[in-house]
Nanobody, 117 residues
């Protein structure tokens, strides 16, 4: 498995969760040079972009999560995290991490986030 996602669960609206994605089999220099991102998908819908962090730490978010979600990376641990605050029922989805480096493109297995109202 190239990417191992974890941290999903059931939380009430207004609560917080932190997702983690580890790339244990990726060479450190390759991970450091990779753009990392989180996407999410609701059954029946297309997978949608949530957040990305570049090799230099630049971040970008979809409008619906700006100010609530924060993406970060720890290259030494080959890990990217997504801190999610003020969660809403609309955030309910399977969350996937993604790594891109040159022509390499890998998806994690997904972790379920369920926000109850």
């Amino acid at each position: 498995v190239q990417l191992q996602a974890s941290g999903g669960g059931l939380v009430q609206a207004g609560g917080s969760l932190t997702l983690s994605c580890k790339a244990p089999r990726t060479i450190l220099s390759v991970f450091s040079a990779s753009d990392m991102a989180w996407y999410r998908q609701v059954p029946g819908n297309q997978r949608e972009f949530v957040a990305t962090i570049s090799t230099r730490g630049g971040t970008n978010y979809t409008d619906s999560v700006k100010g609530r979600f924060s993406i970060s990376r720890d290259n030494g641990k080959r890990t990217v995290s997504l801190k999610m605050n003020s969660l809403k029922p609309d955030d309910t989805a399977v969350y996937y991490c993604h790594r891109k480096w040159g022509r390499e493109s890998y998806w994690g297995q997904g972790t379920q986030v369920t926000v109850s109202s």
